[in-house]
């Protein structure tokens, strides 16, 4: 399941974040419509001669009240703790600088295979200048222009010679799911209680890095795989409180997962990270559990204050619409134990199969009910509807011109295939074609 992780660290301004986009390419899609994503990304996935591994860009990871000397011993120490493979970028034009020194010192020091890549080679010329690099220590410096893309394709050659061999982890059937959230809301806390004395715990499988560790436990009959689990423990250095840092956790985390519980802290309410962090869940199709954790320290709760919260939540999230929510604290262990039940309820839905029969019977009785619209003197035709994947589940519908089918009529069909069967937890996914 895991894929082998590559991290990019190196000064600031030797071009980084232009190497991250150039080897992620057009990988990075991100649904523009899906409040709170932004565009700057700090993890992404790569691909290179089929093997499939995920990038990080240290850089992205700042902290930005220290000075600079520790911000970019913390980032050489994110990629020695997350990465299997390093790549250092430096920039040709400066020659080898104090902190580029810095940098190569700490990554010298760990036992991760470290590529040296040095940027900002446009032209031949250059290419003696290279050599220089050699100082560093860590072995043949690869030349590379990150904004032309030269050189690039002998660098990832060089990265993924070095993958582990075990980096194609065998797929289990057990259900995947893991906790994300900004820092403090409680996710470690809420894993100690639900892995507490009740649970088998099967096993932890280390995955292809030493902190990537997940969880293997049996509740109500069913298998299931907690995601992560020490990188959600894992508490103390400076980095591990930064917002980035738990972006950067969390996206890796949501790729492991079939279910995502997206952790709130009812005491603080709803932040931007909050928004940001369940943003990248839900585009990326998977099942989502609200979990709002330390209910308890709600003053007078009851019905109403339940009602408050859910409304606050469906109006920040309003993509978000299909995810139950639950109100729990890991303090008094109200409600946890509903969690596995549910993380099962929506798993089953995010794989629900639809038989074709029967979901044309509710696609056209919802045209009977709210005939299509017309554009221009032209009328929608839905000739038919198919499911053509789960996890998530995505229906094909053939319809006579897609342009004719807009947003709003589209959000109808979904809502009547909703009503119709439980898909709650899980986004579904309706591709319109023209019908040949
Ligand atoms: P980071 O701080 O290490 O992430 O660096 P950036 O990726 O933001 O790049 C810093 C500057 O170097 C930007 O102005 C980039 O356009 C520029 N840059 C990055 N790669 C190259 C390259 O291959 N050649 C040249 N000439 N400039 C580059
Ligand atoms: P994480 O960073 O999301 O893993 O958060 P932690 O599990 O480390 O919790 C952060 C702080 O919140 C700790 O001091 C916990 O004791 C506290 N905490 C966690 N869950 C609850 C809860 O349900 N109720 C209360 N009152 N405090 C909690």
């Avoid at 080897?23 to 790569?46: K, L, N, Q």
């Avoid at 093997?51 to 930005?64: A, Q, R, V």
């Avoid at 913390?74 to 920039?91: G, L, R, T």
Wanted: with cysteine; charged share 25%.
């Amino acid at each position: 399941m895991a894929n082998p992780i590559v991290a990019i660290v190196g000064r600031p301004n030797v071009g980084k974040s232009t190497l991250f986009n150039r080897v992620a390419g057009e990988r990075i899609s991100i649904v523009e419509d899906t409040p709170g994503v932004t565009r700057d990304r700090i993890y992404a996935h790569g691909e290179w001669l089929g093997k499939h591994f995920s990038l990080i860009d240290t850089g992205g990871i700042e902290m930005s009240d220290q000075p600079l000397s520790t911000q970019i011993r913390e980032q050489a120490e994110v990629a020695i703790d997350e990465a299997d493979v390093i790549v250092m970028v430096v920039d040709v034009r400066s020659g080898v600088t104090d902190a580029d020194e810095q940098v190569a010192q700490i990554l010298y020091r760990s036992d991760k295979p470290v590529v040296l890549a040095v940027n900002k080679v446009d032209n031949p010329e250059r290419r003696s200048d290279v050599y220089d690099f050699y100082s560093l220590g860590l072995g043949e410096p690869y030349p590379v222009s990150s904004v032309h893309g030269v050189g690039v394709g002998d660098l990832l050659d060089a990265v993924i010679k070095n993958f582990p061999e075990n980096a194609a982890n065998e797929e289990d059937d057990t259900i995947h799911f893991s906790l994300i959230g900004r820092p403090n809301v409680g996710k470690s806390s809420i894993v100690n209680a639900m892995l507490g004395e009740d649970r088998v715990i099967v096993s932890n499988i280390a995955g292809t890095t030493r902190d990537a560790i997940d969880t293997h436990f049996k509740a109500d009959g069913r298998e299931f795989t907690m995601v992560d689990t020490a990188g959600i423990k894992k508490k103390g250095k400076l980095y591990e409180n930064t917002e980035r840092y738990a972006l950067m956790r969390s996206m890796r985390a949501i790729d492991g997962s079939d279910v995502v519980l997206v952790v709130l802290n009812a005491e603080e309410g709803i932040r931007e990270l909050d928004k940001h962090i369940a943003g990248y869940a839900h585009e990326a199709g998977k099942g989502i559990i609200i979990v709002v954790n330390k209910w308890d320290t709600i003053p007078d709760r009851d019905q109403r204050t339940m009602t408050d919260f859910t409304n606050l939540i469906r109006q920040e999230f309003q993509y978000l619409s299909y995810a139950p929510i639950i109100f729990v604290s890991a303090k008094t262990r109200q409600r946890l134990i509903k969690l596995p039940k549910m993380i099962e309820e929506v798993y089953d839905h995010c794989r629900r199969r639809i038989q074709s029969s029967v979901l044309n019977d509710v696609i056209m009785d919802a045209i009977a009910a709210n005939p299509t619209p017309s554009t221009n003197g032209r009328r929608l035709r839905v000739y038919y509807a198919t499911q053509v994947a789960i996890e998530p589940p995505t229906f094909v519908i053939f319809v006579n011109d897609p342009d004719l089918m807009h947003f709003s009529y589209a959000r109808y069909l979904e809502n009547q295939i909703r009503q119709a069967f439980d898909f709650s937890g899980t986004p579904i996914h309706l591709i319109k074609r023209k019908r040949k």
